[in-house]
């Protein structure tokens, strides 16, 4: 199974974050420069962990309607498809993970100069994450309780009796 990259694409720095094998955990990879050829960058990011999908934050404004960078995205969107055939290339809602990302560096305190290098990668992560998770069947923590649901009583021993007994 392929590994999913992510993209915050911003008019500075490009997020990228990369899943694990699984498809379960996300982690920030690296920061791109917008100003640079990018996409040529990423290019050897895809063949390492056999990407098999892009997944690229939608810029949708905070009501959830398409405003102008969400119409730029589909420009970049029809770009990576083109450019990289091999992979599907998806959008999701990136609202708030750039702001989720600052303050999650500014609570672990990050200097303001180690955030501006840091955050674009974080807020990729949180939304590979969020994409990750809304895939997983049932309500989140689901299958957390199902396995420690199937985990044998610690207080009882093999009799099934308690150990208070």
């Known amino acids: 199974m392929g590994r999913i ?15 694990d094998p699984l498809g379960s955990f996300a982690q920030g990879l690296t920061v791109l420069q917008a100003a640079s050829d990018w996409m040529e960058e990423l290019s050897p990011l895809i ?3 056999a990407a098999h999908t892009l997944l690229v934050g ?24 083109e450019r990289f055939p091999g992979c599907r290339v998806i959008h999701w809602d990136e609202r708030f ?18 955030r501006k290098g840091q955050v674009d990668k974080v807020a990729a992560a949180l939304l590979l994450q969020s994409y990750l998770d809304s895939r997983r069947p049932g309500p989140p923590g689901a299958e957390f309780t199902a396995a420690s ?15 208070y007994d």
């Open 5 to 19: 990259i992510a993209l915050d694409v911003g008019s500075v720095r490009i997020g990228v974050a990369v899943s």
């Open 47 to 49: 063949t390492e962990y």
């Open 58 to 81: 939608m810029p949708l404004r905070t009501n959830g309607s398409i405003g102008p960078e969400a119409l730029a995205m589909r420009d970049v969107i029809q770009s990576l498809s």
């Open 97 to 114: 993970t750039t702001a989720i990302a600052n303050q999650a560096l500014i609570e672990a305190d990050v200097s303001r100069k180690g």
């Open 149 to 163: 649901e199937a985990l044998p009583d610690a207080r009882r021993g093999r009799r099934g009796k308690s150990a």
